[in-house]
Protein backbone atom coordinates (compact mmCIF):
# COMPACT_ATOMS: atom_id res chain seq x y z
CA UNK A 1 0.00 0.00 0.00
CA UNK A 2 3.25 2.06 -0.30
CA UNK A 3 2.97 5.06 -2.85
CA UNK A 4 6.02 6.50 -4.36
CA UNK A 5 5.72 10.11 -5.79
CA UNK A 6 8.74 11.53 -7.80
CA UNK A 7 9.03 14.75 -8.91
CA UNK A 8 11.56 17.30 -9.69
CA UNK A 9 12.80 16.09 -13.35
CA UNK A 10 12.54 17.97 -16.38
CA UNK A 11 14.36 19.24 -19.06
CA UNK A 12 18.44 20.63 -19.03
CA UNK A 13 21.29 21.21 -20.70
CA UNK A 14 24.30 19.23 -20.62
CA UNK A 15 26.46 20.02 -17.83
CA UNK A 16 23.80 21.27 -16.17
CA UNK A 17 22.05 19.51 -12.31
CA UNK A 18 18.67 18.41 -11.34
CA UNK A 19 17.97 17.17 -8.10
CA UNK A 20 15.06 14.16 -7.87
CA UNK A 21 13.09 13.81 -4.89
CA UNK A 22 10.33 10.96 -4.12
CA UNK A 23 8.36 11.17 -1.14
CA UNK A 24 6.55 7.42 0.35
CA UNK A 25 3.71 7.07 2.12
CA UNK A 26 3.48 5.38 5.29
CA UNK A 27 5.34 4.59 8.09
CA UNK A 28 7.80 2.08 6.98
CA UNK A 29 10.27 4.31 5.03
CA UNK A 30 13.04 4.28 8.02
CA UNK A 31 13.50 0.63 7.75
CA UNK A 32 13.40 0.50 3.81
CA UNK A 33 16.03 0.25 0.95
CA UNK A 34 15.55 3.02 -1.51
CA UNK A 35 17.12 3.33 -5.18
CA UNK A 36 16.69 4.83 -8.45
CA UNK A 37 16.33 3.21 -11.48
CA UNK A 38 16.37 4.84 -14.82
CA UNK A 39 15.40 3.91 -18.23
CA UNK A 40 15.82 4.84 -21.14
CA UNK A 41 13.75 4.42 -24.94
CA UNK A 42 15.12 1.00 -26.09
CA UNK A 43 17.14 0.06 -23.42
CA UNK A 44 16.64 -1.45 -20.15
CA UNK A 45 15.95 -0.75 -16.74
CA UNK A 46 18.83 0.25 -15.11
CA UNK A 47 20.42 0.77 -11.48
CA UNK A 48 21.01 4.27 -11.02
CA UNK A 49 21.89 4.64 -7.24
CA UNK A 50 21.06 2.44 -3.84
CA UNK A 51 20.50 3.81 -0.30
CA UNK A 52 19.92 1.78 2.37
CA UNK A 53 18.67 1.84 5.64
CA UNK A 54 21.70 2.72 7.72
CA UNK A 55 22.68 5.17 4.74
CA UNK A 56 25.00 2.71 2.52
CA UNK A 57 25.14 3.93 -1.00
CA UNK A 58 26.07 2.32 -4.50
CA UNK A 59 25.65 3.66 -7.43
CA UNK A 60 25.93 2.65 -11.08
CA UNK A 61 29.29 3.10 -12.77
CA UNK A 62 27.70 5.57 -15.46
CA UNK A 63 26.89 8.00 -12.89
CA UNK A 64 29.62 7.82 -10.32
CA UNK A 65 31.17 10.82 -8.91
CA UNK A 66 28.38 12.83 -10.49
CA UNK A 67 25.35 11.34 -8.95
CA UNK A 68 24.68 11.60 -5.13
CA UNK A 69 21.71 9.84 -3.51
CA UNK A 70 20.64 10.55 -0.11
CA UNK A 71 18.00 10.05 2.28
CA UNK A 72 15.65 12.11 5.10
CA UNK A 73 13.61 9.60 7.13
CA UNK A 74 11.69 12.82 9.05
CA UNK A 75 10.48 13.57 5.45
CA UNK A 76 9.67 9.93 4.44
CA UNK A 77 12.27 11.20 0.92
CA UNK A 78 14.85 10.38 -1.00
CA UNK A 79 16.61 12.38 -3.16
CA UNK A 80 18.82 12.41 -6.29
CA UNK A 81 21.10 14.86 -6.80
CA UNK A 82 22.39 15.13 -10.55
CA UNK A 83 25.33 16.86 -11.51
CA UNK A 84 27.51 17.11 -14.56
CA UNK A 85 24.27 15.64 -16.67
CA UNK A 86 25.08 14.30 -19.77
CA UNK A 87 22.37 13.36 -22.86
CA UNK A 88 23.06 9.85 -22.08
CA UNK A 89 21.34 10.22 -19.03
CA UNK A 90 18.20 11.09 -20.42
CA UNK A 91 15.43 8.47 -19.24
CA UNK A 92 12.44 7.73 -16.98
CA UNK A 93 13.71 7.62 -13.36
CA UNK A 94 11.73 5.58 -11.41
CA UNK A 95 11.79 5.62 -7.35
CA UNK A 96 11.79 2.49 -5.77
CA UNK A 97 11.54 0.78 -2.08
CA UNK A 98 12.40 -2.73 -0.86
CA UNK A 99 11.35 -3.27 2.85
CA UNK A 100 10.69 -6.82 4.64
CA UNK A 101 6.95 -7.04 5.88
CA UNK A 102 6.32 -9.25 9.12
CA UNK A 103 2.61 -9.16 9.07
CA UNK A 104 2.45 -11.19 6.88
CA UNK A 105 5.89 -12.00 6.28
CA UNK A 106 7.01 -10.78 2.83
CA UNK A 107 9.20 -8.62 0.80
CA UNK A 108 7.65 -5.55 -0.87
CA UNK A 109 8.49 -4.03 -3.73
CA UNK A 110 7.20 -0.63 -4.39
CA UNK A 111 7.48 2.05 -7.47
CA UNK A 112 7.04 5.45 -8.21
CA UNK A 113 5.30 6.00 -11.92
CA UNK A 114 8.60 7.82 -13.03
CA UNK A 115 9.35 11.41 -13.81
CA UNK A 116 11.25 12.07 -16.99
CA UNK A 117 14.83 13.59 -17.42
CA UNK A 118 15.88 15.12 -20.81
CA UNK A 119 19.41 16.26 -21.16
CA UNK A 120 19.84 18.11 -24.17
CA UNK A 121 23.50 18.58 -25.75
Known amino acids: QVQLVESGGGLVQAGGSLRLSCVAS????????MGWFRQAPGKQRELVAH???????TYGDSVKGRFTISRDNAKNTVYLQMNSLKPEDTAVYYC???????????????WGQGTQVTVSS
Open 51 to 57: ISSVDTT
Open 96 to 110: NSVVVITTPPRVANY
Open 26 to 33: GSIFSRSA
